[in-house]
């Protein structure tokens, strides 16, 4: 897949903490998708390449970001790219394409942690162990860091992911959604396949799960 020019910015989660989001979109907006989606279902290979650099840092991102293994996200994006090529032409335009992307993440992303647990899975790269050139596809767009921001950052990335992958799945992929892609309640709902009113409840219980487990990290940043 080729490198999208540009593929995140940081955000400020409700728990106080820096999370980035994806900020790679289709410039021409709602009727150039349409266009694309069109070449796409005609065949056209140039059309899907370039619907692929469009989401792949979000898709990346996000199955990263759920799952805590950069493997298994890299693996999973190759999914999620394959099933859109082969149900393009079922996509009905009901929602965004983005929106119907992200539930295929999510719906992959559920199957594989059940993949894992029914095998006990021996073998993962954790978020905190990112080579450079996943570090840098997470964390384009922001500023550089010097050494001791770089060592501070990654600190805190880790301790924010082993919290995060202490939460629910559901309770995870709905704070990921909302807080870091910034999804509209409306559209996570789409996302998942649940109303409205079960994203804004889960929303509030992941927000606070969430802070809890942060509230050390939290406390400490306080202090300094």
Known sequence: MSKPSRVGAEVV????????RSTETLAAGPSA????LEQCRRGDAQAFARLVA???AMVYNLAVRILGD???ARDLAQDVFLQVYRTLGRFEGRSTLKTWIYRIV??????RQRWWRRRRRDR?????????????????GAEPDGPYEAV????????????????????????LLREVECLSCEDIGEALGVPEGTVKSRLARAREALRQRLAPLLDG???T
Do not use: K, W
């Not at 995060?164 to 704070?175: C, K, P, T, V, Y």
């Open 124 to 140: 993962s790269c954790p978020i905190e162990d990112l080579s450079p050139a996943d570090e840098a596809r997470v964390q384009s």
């Open 152 to 175: 501070e950052r990654r600190e805190r990335t880790r301790r924010v992911q082993e919290a995060l992958l202490g939460l629910s799945f559901d309770h995870r992929a709905i704070l």
């Open 70 to 72: 950069t493997e298994e």
């Open 54 to 56: 469009i989401h792949e």
């Open 106 to 111: 999510v719906n992959q992303c559920r199957n």
């Open 33 to 36: 998708e349409s266009g694309l």
């Open 221 to 223: 940043e306080g202090r």
């Open 13 to 20: 989660m409700a728990s106080g903490e820096v999370a980035l």
